[in-house]
């Protein structure tokens, strides 16, 4: 799985370094094969980005393109696609769980499609709860990590607390048999049990700031664990009853992946409706979004998956907008072009805003808007899109 120290050390890998994704899925036919596809587009893509490099990058390019390759052959992929960054003095080797286009870029490392990817798939805590124990994972671009496994094991009756006896008024009174003490033993201590979890939990959500958590168990587990949630974790919380304890991982994974993927697609929906049913404190489209981020306006974003238009950017006040002014207005410099598929990534983490990539029938009521859409800071959270889970 993917760790957020490695995303966050990509940036400093020293340039130029050559930055390859490629769809390595094996479930297509033409990626089984002696010579996979992915093979054959690294091969053509290189050649494509070798034309454009100045003369004097080209061998040090072809010298990774070529260790890329070599490593490819010897180590074929089981991952649906990777990403490799390559250069003189580093080497890193990611397998991916998603969907990748295949790209080969030269410089300083291209994280657009990472980033792109990590917008439109937010990690999930899942935890699996069952008489034995209590399972925590993290669901995160399609794989599935356990963080932690609490054991829980019943306690033998202690004669002493928990005789037949109890005193209530000063009186002794009789509290029954024997039995009906063992069992309210016992249920003292699942309800310890389900406390500890939900404090757990709510620690874990506090921590990792995660969109939703999935609580899977028997539906008396889950419903008593709820219970002890606070109120604004529950809304978080989706229950899904079901005896999974003693499925094997693999399972596991193959029950959760759906479950997750239902919700995703829910989620944003819900997201796109709340967009469209609110009228104050909203802006929609490329132009206004992407002013209004620059302004530090922005709270939360929503864009359409692959969204893409040629932009404009300042070389000194890294200023960007569609308009084609050559020159900066503000600072008399001049402008490249650039994509906002390559840059809007990089502006929301420069302005700390939450992306969510939509598609499907959620991206396609977005594009009408323009593709692009965004809720501003200035307008209070509990009056607009209270119902919303942006981390
Ligand atoms: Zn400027």
Request: a negative charge; hydrophobic letters at 40%.
């Amino acid at each position: 799985m993917l760790r957020p120290a490695l995303i966050e050390s990509l940036p400093d890998l020293p340039a130029p370094v050559l930055t390859i994704y490629l769809d390595t899925n094996r479930a297509k036919a033409v990626n089984r094969v002696l010579e996979p596809a992915y093979l054959i587009s690294l091969g053509s893509q290189a050649k494509l980005m070798e034309g454009k490099l100045p003369p004097e990058d080209r061998e040090s390019f072809r010298e990774q393109v070529t260790r890329a390759d070599a490593f490819l052959r010897i180590h074929p992929p089981r991952s649906k696609g990777v990403m490799i960054f390559a250069g003189p003095n580093s080497w890193k080797f990611v397998p991916l769980e998603a969907e990748i286009k295949d790209e080969v870029q030269w410089g300083t490392p291209d994280l657009a499609q990472l980033f792109w990817l990590l917008d439109e798939h937010k990690p999930y805590g899942i935890v699996i709860v069952n008489r034995k124990h209590a399972q925590f994972f993290v669901y995160w671009l399609g794989e599935m990590l356990e963080v932690e496994d609490k054991e829980f094991t019943l306690e033998p009756s202690k004669e002493k607390e928990m005789g037949p006896v109890a005193r209530a008024g000063g009186v002794r009174v009789s509290r029954g048999t024997a039995r009906d003490v063992f069992e309210h033993h016992v249920d003292a201590q699942y309800a310890h049990y389900y406390r500890q979890i939900a404090e757990d939990i709510q620690r874990w959500s506090d921590v990792e700031h995660f969109q939703s958590m999935f609580l899977l168990g028997l539906v008396e587990m889950v419903k008593a664990i709820q219970k002890e949630l606070p109120q604004t974790l529950r809304e978080k919380v989706m229950l899904v009853e079901g005896d999974l304890g003693w499925v094997s991982r693999a399972e596991l994974h193959q029950r959760i992946g759906p479950i997750v993927a239902k919700h995703e697609c829910e989620r944003k929906a819900a997201v796109i409706d709340a967009l469209l049913s609110d009228d104050r404190g909203l802006v929609v489209g490329i132009d206004e979004t992407l002013a209004r981020l620059q302004q530090g306006r922005i709270r939360n974003l929503v864009v359409v998956k692959g969204l893409d238009a040629s932009l404009k950017r300042c070389g000194e006040c890294l200023w960007v907008d569609r308009t084609i002014d050559p020159i900066c207005p503000a600072c008399g410099r001049e402008r490249h072009t650039v994509t906002l598929h390559e840059v809007l990534p990089e502006l929301a983490r420069r302005y700390k805003v939450s992306v969510e990539v939509v598609s499907g029938e959620a991206g396609r009521k977005l594009q009408e808007m323009g593709g692009m859409g965004a809720w501003l800071r200035e307008f209070d959270r509990k009056e607009y899109g209270e119902h919303l889970t942006f981390a």
